[in-house]
């Protein structure tokens, strides 16, 4: 497991590393009023698979953004609970958004869409995005089972 987070992390870093030259490259160009052609959709399309790709692994690592105002006031089988309820929903909606983002995925494929400046087909990007997204969706659920904390006590769903 701890091979393929490595392999994740250093695949979103690669990708920024290349959003960053992108950027780089398009302000320079611009100064000489060329632009990079197709810019902002390389970065659009960087951000989504960095997002998507890190998810599953924040996920697992327990590391969303959360809010304990009122952890201190419950005991720790209702944190317990609380946990079971944060997981099952994040489960359900990421489920619920992966096969949103298939079914839209298919149907852009079967049209033929593709983004304006490159002619990337969207249905690919909509998939990629699917799938990362059920993929998250059973990080949710088993990091129901991964105990109370994944890497400290102060970090949860």
């Given at each position: 497991?701890?091979?393929?987070e490595r392999?994740?992390?250093?695949?979103?870093a690669?990708i920024?590393f290349a959003?960053?030259?992108v950027?780089?490259?398009?302000?320079?160009?611009?100064q000489?009023n060329?632009?990079?052609?197709?810019?902002?959709?390389?970065?659009?399309?960087?951000l989504?698979?960095?997002?998507?790709l890190?998810?599953?692994?924040?996920?697992?690592?327990?590391s969303?953004?959360?809010?304990?105002l009122?952890?201190?006031?419950f005991g720790?089988?209702?944190?317990?609970v609380?946990?079971?309820v944060a997981g099952?929903?994040?489960?359900?909606?990421f489920?619920l958004?992966?096969?949103?983002?298939?079914?839209l995925?298919m149907?852009?494929?079967?049209?033929?869409?593709?983004?304006?400046?490159?002619?990337i087909p969207?249905?690919?990007?909509?998939l990629?995005?699917s799938i990362f997204s059920a993929?998250?969706a059973v990080?949710?659920?088993?990091?129901?089972f991964?105990?109370?904390?994944?890497?400290?006590?102060?970090e949860?769903l």
């Amino acid at each position: 497991m701890k091979t393929l987070e490595r392999i994740m992390s250093y695949l979103a870093a690669a990708i920024m590393f290349a959003m960053m030259l992108v950027t780089f490259v398009d302000v320079t160009g611009r100064q000489f009023n060329q632009p990079l052609r197709g810019s902002t959709e390389v970065t659009g399309v960087s951000l989504m698979l960095v997002i998507f790709l890190m998810l599953p692994l924040v996920t697992l690592r327990r590391s969303h953004i959360r809010v304990d105002l009122f952890e201190p006031l419950f005991g720790k089988v209702l944190f317990a609970v609380q946990r079971v309820v944060a997981g099952l929903m994040g489960g359900v909606l990421f489920g619920l958004m992966a096969y949103r983002l298939w079914t839209l995925g298919m149907r852009s494929l079967s049209r033929g869409s593709v983004t304006i400046d490159l002619g990337i087909p969207e249905g690919y990007l909509l998939l990629t995005m699917s799938i990362f997204s059920a993929i998250t969706a059973v990080a949710f659920v088993v990091a129901i089972f991964l105990g109370s904390n994944a890497n400290n006590s102060s970090e949860g769903l």
